[in-house]
């Protein structure tokens, strides 16, 4: 629902290019704690009349008010677009390789990259096969342009990139409904994994640290033992790391997210790019940014004083 993406500040493999649901809210009609209805922005492309409640609201997770309208801004579709599926023998080959394609000056609409992990169990899930070769690990990146030359051209540069940064080849994926296969079977990735999974984390580091901290998240399965299939949005950050139920992984579980999220933020990353703070995030955030949350339950005192929007999601009143 349009008030649900909106609360969650949703986003997903396009924020690359297009930013998440922040970047296209211009205004909402919210109902407030005390039921008095206010509408928040409009049709304006410029607001600079005093703190922007528009951006509190988006992303607050339910906890502020209920949004029950909200003025997005739209886009055409663009007219032509290609995928590209680039393996690598290493997942340190796949990522060194984002920075070099987004100094082309290229700006994807999606750049994922993929571990070989999460593809045998996704083949199982799905009974369809991944459609190029198996290696280490993959980029799956899309690109949009105004006609199917341009859109050429770009993925033939982008090869060139890939090629010069280790890839072991490049396979163009130019159909729609192949692009549309291939991105349902990207979305069973989770699904595959969680029968066996614990969590699935979405730590969000500068594009410029990915590849230190999926490394970094390496060597913490090495000390415990335990598998972290990773896939995640390389051209912005967002790192979706599972943590797999393997043999003992009660005992280990929590030391081991509470490193990963440590991790993350010694990087200058966040705990949380899509997922949000809700119950479970709630103590890192305290541990991470106590001063924002002293902020955070300022404002929410002020606004919900009686604590009947969300209670207990992001901070305690
Ligand atoms: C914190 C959070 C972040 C998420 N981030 C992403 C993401 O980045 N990408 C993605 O694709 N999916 C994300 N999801 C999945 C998410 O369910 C959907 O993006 C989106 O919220 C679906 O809309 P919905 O109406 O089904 O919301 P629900 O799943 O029904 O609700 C989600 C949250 O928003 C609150 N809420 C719902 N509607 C309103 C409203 N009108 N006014 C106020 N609060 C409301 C709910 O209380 C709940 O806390 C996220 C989920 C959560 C909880």
Redesign the pocket.
């Known amino acids: 629902?349009?008030?649900?993406?909106?609360?969650?500040?949703?986003?997903?493999a396009r924020?690359v290019k297009y930013g998440?649901?922040r970047n296209f809210v211009r205004g909402m009609e919210?109902?407030l704690p005390d039921g008095e209805v206010m509408e928040i922005g409009g049709k304006l492309v410029k607001d600079c009349a005093g703190y922007s409640l528009l951006n509190l609201?988006i992303?607050?997770?339910?906890?502020?008010?209920?949004?029950?309208k909200g003025i997005l801004k739209l886009m055409a579709p663009p007219p032509s677009s290609l995928m590209l599926i680039v393996p690598y023998n290493s997942l340190h080959d796949a990522i060194k390789s984002v920075p070099a394609i987004l100094k082309t000056g290229v700006l994807p609409i999606s750049l994922e990259f993929i571990e070989d992990d999460v593809i045998g169990p996704t083949e199982e899930l799905t009974k369809k096969k991944w459609p190029v070769m198996r290696a280490k690990a993959y980029l799956m990146i899309i690109v949009d342009s105004t006609s199917e030359e341009e859109v050429m051209n770009i993925g033939m540069k982008l090869t060139e990139v890939c090629i010069e940064n280790g890839a072991i080849d490049a396979f163009v994926i130019d159909t729609k409904s192949k692009q549309e296969e291939l991105l349902e079977f990207r979305g069973i990735f989770y699904e595959a994994l969680k029968e066996n999974m614990a969590e699935i984390l979405?730590i969000s580091v500068p594009p410029s640290k990915i590849a230190e901290y999926v490394e970094g998240t390496k060597k913490l399965s090495e000390k415990y033992g335990m598998s972290l299939p990773t896939y995640g949005h390389a051209g912005d950050g967002n790192v979706h790391t599972h943590i797999m139920k393997d043999e003992g992984w009660e005992e280990k579980y929590e030391a081991l997210r509470k490193e990963i999220h440590e991790l993350g933020v010694s990087l200058g990353g966040t705990i949380?790019?899509?997922?949000?703070?809700?119950l479970t995030k709630k103590g890192y955030l305290k541990e991470f940014e106590p001063k924002k949350v002293e902020l955070m339950r300022s404002i929410k005192r002020a606004i919900d004083p009686d604590n009947i929007?969300?209670p207990g999601?992001i901070v305690d009143i």
Not at 1 to 12: C, E, K, L, Q
Not at 272 to 278: C, K
């Open positions: 629902m349009v008030g649900g993406v909106i609360v969650t500040n949703a986003g997903g924020a998440v649901m919210v109902v609201f992303g607050s997770e339910g906890t502020l008010g209920i949004v029950t979405d949380t790019g899509e997922h949000g703070v809700g929007m969300n999601k």
